[in-house]
């Protein structure tokens, strides 16, 4: 008798951890870190369903924080058994998990030297780099499309997701009393999106689902020409004399915009100049993408083919100096600056911005989510003024948006990849999302014809 536990994710979009009891252990889908407010997060990110020693696996599916960020805590508290995921994930995880304990041991250094009353307020990192490097070093690539075993008659395959590169919707077949198969989507990606395949459509019919649902009441615009518009805005502020910032993810807007921008140099819409990639974690993530051309799509493929790297040419600069970070700013002649983070909210992209805009030549492009109360939504907002490093400066410079790169499905991309497997569901579990998200999808579920939607609170178990 098999039955499923959820834990993470359930009526929220971070933390992402469910439980699959079988005759013989608990295997758990996803590890993620729960982001929220600082108390909240470390309680909830410090404690497990059961003890970690005692989870006979992990199935991942893809690398995003959310979705991984809590593998080394697990690990810190004794989980030695192996994690089955993408070669291209595990290699992610290996940059973006090092990354994540740095971020936990600043945080800890930060909050001991700064906030802490008295000794016994002092705290210790969720986890630490030492602990990342232990995770690395249980993680079991597998091949897409593969049946792995990972329990006694229990085993999994990796389906393209078409999220984020090595990105997979992972279908379990379990073999004991009676044979039963469950696919958990982990996070959904779109068609026609840059770099990737496109996510498996429609997905394989089974008995059980559990799916995200964070776009699922909302349809995205058009991906529109991206690459077109990218192209035009630059060649426009080269005519002006000025410099493009562009503030982008590490890891997926990072890469589809240098990957755009080779394309272009390549075809001679985009006049050579120089593109600086200025962020470490971005060219750490760059390294794994130009690893793993088994997840890039018929046409990444071609280009890769005709120019050997998708990511570079003699105009591309990667940085990751403090030194040479800060000699672009002596640049005086157009060119392009993509540097992390995303949100404006803190990393070398601040420097750049400090910089660039109070000219009225330069412009800033958009291509990525700016959350509320980030400097990067006060610059979609186009304020007059922002505070950058405590200091107010003008935005003289032009914004321009760019809306489209995201990586994730909506209600369209739901309903084609999933209502044709709706109506054979026993029933279908409604995960990661949260106010009008999850009864957005549980509509299109049942309306593609299936008769049993749950949307689980965290501790809610059902038997399989
Ligand atoms: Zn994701």
């Known amino acids: 008798m098999a039955e499923l536990e959820f834990y993470g994710a359930a009526q929220t979009v971070t933390g992402s951890m469910h439980l699959l009891h079988l005759r013989d252990g608990v295997v758990s889908l996803d590890c993620g870190l729960f982001q929220g407010r600082r108390e909240e997060s470390r309680t909830r990110n410090s404690t497990f369903p059961l003890p970690p020693q005692e989870l006979a696996g992990l199935l991942l599916s893809h690398a995003h924080i959310d979705h991984s960020g809590n593998i080394p805590g697990l690990v810190r508290q004794g989980f030695t058994s192996p994690v089955y995921t993408t070669a291209a994930t595990c290699d992610l ?9 740095h971020i936990q041991e600043e945080d800890a250094r930060y909050w001991n030297e700064k906030r802490a009353r008295n000794a016994s307020d002092r705290i210790t990192p969720l986890y630490t780099l030492q602990d990342a490097r232990a ?38 077949a379990i073999h004991q009393s009676r044979p039963m198969h469950l696919l958990f989507t982990g996070d959904l990606g779109r068609r026609h999106m840059p770099i990737l395949r496109d996510p498996t459509c429609p997905l394989p019919r089974v008995d059980y689902l559990i799916t995200e649902c964070t776009y699922a009441d909302r349809r995205h615009a058009n991906p529109t020409d991206m690459k077109a518009q990218l192209v ?5 502020t080269v005519q002006a004399g000025g410099k493009v910032i562009i503030p982008a993810f590490s890891v997926g807007r990072t890469q589809t915009a240098v990957y755009y921008l080779c394309q272009a140099l ?35 493929r071609d280009f890769w083919f005709r120019q050997g790297d998708i990511f570079g040419t003699q105009q591309v600069r990667y940085i990751t100096a403090v030194e040479e970070s800060k000699a672009i700013n002596e640049l005086k002649e157009p060119c392009v600056v993509i540097a992390s983070a995303g949100m404006c909210e803190a990393g070398r992209i601040l420097h750049h911005l400090k910089n660039n805009v109070e000219n009225e030549a330069n412009t800033v492009v958009i291509i990525g989510y700016q959350a509320q109360h ?12 922002l505070k950058i490093f405590g200091r107010m400066y003008k935005l003289l410079c032009r914004v321009e948006i760019l809306n489209g790169f995201s990586a994730h499905a909506d209600a369209d991309d739901f309903a084609r990849c999933l209502g044709p497997i709706a109506s054979d569901l026993r029933a279908a579990f409604v995960v990661h999302g949260e106010g009008a998200q ?26 399989l």
Not at 93 to 101: E, I, P, Q, Y
Not at 380 to 385: A, D, G, S, T
């Open 135 to 172: 995770a690395a070093a249980i993680f079991h690539p597998v091949p897409y499309d593969t049946w792995q075993e990972f329990a006694d008659r229990c085993s999994a395959q990796w389906i393209e997701a078409g999220h984020i590169l090595g990105s997979a919707c992972i279908l379990v």
């Open 266 to 300: 390549a075809e001679k819409t985009l006049r050579p100049l120089p593109i600086f990639v200025d962020s470490p974690l971005s060219v750490q993530a760059t390294e794994v993408f130009k690893k793993h051309p088994e997840c890039y799509d018929a046409e990444a």
């Open 438 to 463: 999850p009864a957005a999808m549980t509509d299109i579920l049942k309306r593609a014809g299936c008769k049993t939607v749950h949307v689980p609170a965290p501790g809610d178990r059902f038997e």
């Open 374 to 385: 980030t400097l990067g939504r006060r610059i979609v907002e186009r304020r007059e003024e």
């Open 93 to 101: 995880c290996d940059v973006m998990l090092a990354d994540s304990a």
């Open 232 to 236: 035009r805005i630059i060649n426009e």
